[in-house]
Each structure stands twice: as structure tokens, then as C-alpha cells.
């Protein structure tokens, strides 16, 4: 769910306020979030749920959760400007670097759209040598063009803006280099080992791969720079995209500084460990039969004749609730036991031995009745890995405590809204 908030979060982060319509479902201080932009952000979700826009707004857990997501990175805005986050170097930084790919990538269609065409003739002479479908063929002549584009462009700008590279590229190795060693210089820029080691740690470690990672980093700032030469800073796409690359990043560091503030003492972590016990094993995987029945008093019964000797297969087509019961006669997939805290379901399985049944367990739909087939064995888990799950768990838990306290004194108003959010 939550990488769907955020990439959806992050798709409308780029839609121009120009492009909403006007019909409200929450307000939070002076930002109004629309209906169309909620519908929009379920389209580009990639859940393959193709009723999810047209399903009722109260029913649709990705839009629920895509709206409280947004409310959050508002009030997380306010919270960042108060807290002087949009006054730093560092947020500056994260923005100018996000400002320069964006530049870069729409000079790179405005080179595109006017020369990277392929004129018709060309693309039948090369489907019919090539045996390709005109699609794919086109396809084809078109991202050759784009590169050889591109490739001409880089080579004027790299002229036209002096570019140099160190010879300290080929005489050192990377781990000799000085964080003070300059490895570009041009007309516009400069930049030294220590600009671009951090980003380049994440990239490779070869001399090769500096090379190639300045070269790209080199030709995304000549392309932005030619981009505000030919005034493409000012459009509005660019403009709106920058407000909003602001607000998304200054609430990104607001994040990290709540993670950091909150994080669990050694102690509470022990404890928690200590108390879930969950993490002190690796995850393990069961295989099992299910039965589901309205009643506690009924599983009792099924579980009785099971233990008997009756078939647990036909007692799971002749009267489990759950859905394919009587096709799958109570085959349920393999459950991983272990990743989250253990829950009544999950004690139960671990506590039954493979071809005993479990006692009824409580759930959404009824009385679980569970019969193990096979359970993989307990082993212990890394000390580190589950200190660092815990770690992870308790930052997160006192995080979003913080964010309930700031929503509960945040100016939000809901709007009435139409059934469907459509």
C-alpha cells in the first residue's frame, strides 16, 4: 500500500495546479485537494484494479490512503518552513538537482519533437529490409535518431561551455582522490571529488564508472543550462513542477529529521524485541487446510469429527464459508509467519505440529479451523537484522504519533463529496 501512496504521491506532486478542476474533497490550510486529482492519481496507480477510480470513495482503500498521504505532506510543508527547512543549503541543494534532471529531460523532448523525426519513406524501406511490423520499425529508427541527437547536442555544448577533464582521471585511482581534487571545470561550473562522492558511492566504484557517472552528471547541467538559455524555466509546466519538487523534498528532510528525533533508545529496543518475540526468529512458512464457519460452537464441532478421523477436505467443501471452499476443498496458499508481529492466527499455526488442527481462531469472516501440512523449522534470526526491524517498527510508531497530534491541530476540512469519487 505504501509504495503505492508514495509513487502516486509523487505523480501528483508533478501535475500542475492549472491542470485541476474545481471540484473539492478536503481543504488543509489554504491547499484544496480535488476530486479529478484523486481520480487522476488512482489512474496512475499500478494496482491492476481497473474499477479503481469508479469505486466509492469510503470503500477504496488506495484512495483513502493516497488522500491521508497527501494531507500528511501538507502539514509536513508548514511544519518544514516553521522549523527553517526551506532556508538550508541542503534543502537548496536536494531542489537545484531535481530542478536540473527536470530541465534536462524537457530540453531533451524540445530537441526531440524538433529533429528527431523519421519521414514515412524510411521507415517502410526499413521494415520491408528488416522484416519488422511499421510500429516496431519506426520504433526503431526513432530512438537511433534520439541518441544520435542528443549526442550532437552534447558535443556543441561540451565546446561551447569549455569543458576539461582532470588528468587526474587517468593517472589516480579513485580511492586516491582528495575530496579538493577537481575533476571538471567549464565556463559554467566546476566540480570537485567531494561535490559528487556521496551520489557517486551509490552509482559504482570503478574508475570507469566515475568516468561515466561525470560524463552523464556533466551532460545533465550543460542541457539545463541550455534550457534556461531558451527560456524553458519559464514555462509554466517548469514552474509549477519546481513549487511542488520544493514542497516534496523539504517534507522528505522533515521526515528524516521526525525519524532521527524519535528514534528508540538501545533499551526500548531490547524491550520490544523481548516483547513480540517475533524477532528473534527468521520468518518461517506454513502450509496448511482452512475451514471457515460463522460460529466458534460450529468450528468446535467440525474440529472434533476432524480429529476423529473424517476427512478435513470434504468436512471444508461440505461447510466452510470461505470463498472456492468447495473447489480448492480448503487449499489455501503458503503463509509466511513472521515478517509482522505475530497475530492470534499466527501463535496458533506455530504452536500446531504438521497434521494436527489448530483450536478455532477468530477472524474477519468467522471460526478458522487450520490443519498444518508443513511448517519450515524455527531458526534463530541476525541479532543486527532484528535490531534494525525494531528500530525501523518504533521510529515509524512514535513518527506517526507526531503526525496524529499535528493533523489533530491542523486546519483540515472535508468537503460533502459524491458517492463515487468519478
Known amino acids: ?13 508533478l501535475t500542475p495546479p492549472a491542470a485541476w478542476a474545481e471540484t ?34 469510503g470503500k477504496n482503500p488506495y484512495a483513502r490512503e493516497i488522500i491521508s498521504r497527501m494531507i500528511d505532506a501538507e502539514i509536513l510543508w508548514r511544519e518544514a518552513v ?24 524537457l530540453y531533451r523532448r524540445a530537441l526531440f519533437d524538433a529533429k528527431a523525426t523519421v519521414p514515412d519513406a524510411r521507415v517502410d524501406a526499413y521494415a520491408d529490409a528488416s522484416g519488422l511490423e ?37 593517472e ?46 556533466t551532460e545533465e547541467r550543460l542541457l539545463a543550462a541550455r534550457a534556461r538559455e531558451v527560456g524553458l524555466a519559464k514555462s509554466p509546466l517548469f514552474i509549477a513542477q519546481s513549487e511542488e519538487v520544493k514542497k516534496s523534498e523539504a517534507v522528505s528532510m522533515m521526515r528524516d529529521i521526525l525519524a532521527r528525533r524519535f528514534a528508540p533508545t538501545p533499551a ?31 468450528a468446535d464441532g467440525l474440529r472434533a469429527r476432524a480429529v476423529a478421523g473424517e476427512s478435513f477436505y470434504q468436512l471444508a467443501m461440505d461447510h466452510s ?10 487449499r489455501i496458499g503458503a503463509m509466511v509467519i513472521g515478517r509482522t508481529p505475530w497475530s492470534d492466527l499466527d501463535r496458533a499455526l506455530l504452536s500446531t505440529k504438521p497434521g494436527e488442527i489448530t483450536l478455532p481462531v477468530q477472524g474477519e469472516k468467522g471460526w478458522s479451523l487450520f490443519k498444518v501440512l508443513e511448517i519450515t523449522p524455527a531458526e534463530p534470526r541476525d541479532p543486527k537484522e532484528a535490531r534494525r526491524i525494531a528500530t525501523e517498527v518504533l521510529t515509524e510508531g512514535a513518527v506517526e504519533s507526531h503526525l496524529t497530534e499535528l493533523r489533530r491541530r491542523a486546519d483540515v476540512t472535508f468537503y460533502p ?6
Open 417 to 422: 463529496t459524491p458517492p463515487n469519487p468519478a
Open 134 to 170: 511499421w510500429e516496431a520499425a519506426r520504433a526503431v529508427l526513432v530512438a537511433e535518431k534520439r541518441k544520435y541527437v542528443i549526442q550532437q547536442e552534447s558535443l556543441a555544448l561540451f565546446d561551447a561551455y569549455q569543458v576539461k577533464f582532470s588528468p587526474a582521471l587517468a
Open 82 to 105: 516553521a522549523q527553517g527547512i526551506t532556508k538550508s543549503a541542503a534543502w537548496k541543494e536536494k531542489v537545484d538537482a531535481v530542478e536540473r534532471a527536470t530541465l534536462a529531460g
Open 24 to 57: 473539492p474533497l478536503v481543504k488543509v490550510y489554504d491547499r484544496v485537494i480535488t476530486k479529478e486529482e484523486l481520480n487522476r492519481t488512482l489512474g496512475s496507480l499500478p494496482v491492476n484494479d481497473p474499477t479503481a477510480v469508479d469505486d466509492p470513495l
Open 268 to 298: 526500548k529496543i531490547d524491550a520490544y524485541i523481548e516483547r513480540t518475540g517475533y524477532l528473534k526468529q527468521e520468518p518461517r512458512t506454513v502450509s496448511a487446510l482452512m475451514i471457515v464457519v460463522p460460529t466458534e460452537a460450529a
Open 172 to 217: 589516480k585511482e579513485v580511492a586516491s582522490l582528495s575530496d579538493r581534487e577537481r575533476l571538471v571545470t567549464s565556463t559554467l561550473f566546476t566540480l570537485d571529488y567531494g561535490d559528487i562522492r556521496e551520489p557517486f558511492s551509490r552509482f559504482g566504484s570503478s574508475k570507469k564508472d566515475l568516468l561515466e557517472y561525470l560524463v552523464d552528471l
Open 1 to 13: 500500500m505504501k509504495r503505492y501512496a508514495c509513487a502516486a504521491l509523487a505523480a501528483l506532486l
Open 321 to 330: 464459508v470461505a470463498p472456492f471452499a468447495r473447489e480448492k476443498a480448503g
